[in-house]
């Protein structure tokens, strides 16, 4: 049995502080499987098996298990059930390969899978003292990104920051600034191009006070961005421009099996063909989404030379070079097939919502295209990186 991808949303992605500041994470969320049903109108929600949602933090409104609030909130019926997962980054990718996982095995016929993340909301968290009443100070910490609380038996290595980690990244492959500026400056261009010519018109569910993605800059060029300050090191290449931003958004996505199609109204627009997990030394996470998509692609009895379009998730320039790099010499035609209408750097990374963003776009460009297969991969902190191959239905000639 073969699980399919029938629709897709998110909500547009806002900034720090931005234009979705004000909304709880559950809101955006249950809004995301509102929009979602609402391109699926012919399906009774109470056929929907199960709500998996991917959630980075959970420290706040994100109450723990937002994928049961958040489907509460969107008025499913009490009977669905809906639970969690936390990968970090590839949290709603994950959900994706759980929920396809469900319809193979004939545990599920329907699954809303996706994710979250308010990284404006995200709160500081206090650690329990030991004992009572304790006499010195304690330090607040927040839970927006990165590691926090940290074990001190965790070798120092693992535990440097996630900027840090992609300089060393760039100094291993030689990756220079001028190369990740560029490919920051393009990612801003082609997703404005991408809202402009309408694409994602159909795949984001608009939210009051924001209709677009907030962090779309299009008159970004690499010679701004050559002028901003390394924010690492002194002498470094990483910047706030070559990097994704802090970002507040959804997505979500049905899954279904074949038989499902009747009771969801439509015809499902790809098949999950193939998935990849992988996992390296933590400081090396950039790079986790290579042997992820080789993994993938073996399990789908394809090569990258089949591969029409990939959606790679930019956390930072530096890496998603070092994934294409990798990708080019094992056989992807082309480096323009990657994030054709933009990545994260341009378009936003709300760590819980962008590995749903990241599939429901690729089904999207594989239809635009014409193309049989696509790739979606993920890098995530802690030195993981997930990867799924879809097939388009809508053309399986194309790409053979």
Not at 181 to 204: C, P
Not at 249 to 272: F, K, M, N, T
Not at 372 to 391: D, F, M
Request: with cysteine; proline share 6%; net charge negative.
């Amino acid at each position: 049995m073969s699980a399919y991808l029938y629709a897709a949303t998110r909500t547009p992605f806002g900034k720090f502080n931005g234009a979705l500041a004000g909304i709880r994470p559950d809101d955006l969320a249950a809004t995301a499987i509102t929009g979602l049903l609402a391109r699926t109108p012919d399906l009774d929600p109470a056929a929907i098996d199960e709500v998996v949602l991917g959630n980075a933090n959970g420290a706040g409104e994100d109450n723990r298990n937002v994928g049961r609030m958040a489907a509460l909130l969107a008025g499913l019926p009490t009977s669905v059930p809906g639970t969690t997962v936390n990968r970090l980054c590839g949290s709603s990718l994950d959900a994706a390969l759980i929920g396809s996982r469900a319809i193979e095995t004939g545990d599920a016929d329907i699954v809303l899978v996706g994710g979250v993340e308010s990284m404006t909301r995200a709160p500081w968290v206090l650690p329990k003292p030991a004992r009572g009443f304790p006499a010195g100070d304690v330090t607040a910490v927040s839970t927006t990104l990165g590691w926090r609380l940290v074990n001190p038996r965790m070798p120092k290595e693992w535990t440097v920051s996630l900027g840090e980690c992609n300089e060393q990244l760039q100094e291993r492959f030689g990756v220079g600034r001028e190369r990740q500026d560029a490919f920051a400056a393009r990612s801003h261009r082609l997703a404005h191009q991408a809202w402009e010519s309408g694409f994602y018109d159909d795949l984001v569910t608009p939210v009051e006070g924001l209709a677009r993605d907030e962090g779309i800059r299009p008159t970004t060029t690499p010679e701004v961005l050559a002028g901003l300050k390394p924010s690492f090191r002194p002498q470094g290449t990483i910047t706030a421009g070559n990097s994704s931003p802090l970002s507040d958004g959804a997505s979500a996505v049905l899954l279904g099996s074949a038989e499902a199609a009747g009771a969801i109204g439509r015809e499902p627009l790809a098949r999950i063909a193939g998935r990849g997990a992988s996992a390296l030394d933590p400081q090396d996470f950039g790079y986790a989404p290579v042997a992820a998509a080789a993994q993938a692609l073996r399990r789908a009895g394809i090569g990258w030379d089949q591969v029409g379009a990939v959606e790679l998730n930019e956390a930072f320039a530096v890496q998603s070079l070092a994934c294409v790099d990798a990708w080019l010499k094992d056989g992807l035609r082309d480096p323009e097939l990657v994030n054709q209408k933009g990545g994260a750097i341009a378009l936003g990374h709300p760590l819980g919502a962008s590995g749903g963003r990241v599939l429901g776009s690729l089904a999207a460009v594989l239809r635009e295209r014409g193309e049989r297969y696509g790739v979606a991969a993920i890098c995530i902190g802690v030195g993981q990186g997930l990867a799924v191959v879809l097939e388009n239905l809508e053309n399986t000639e194309a790409g053979a």
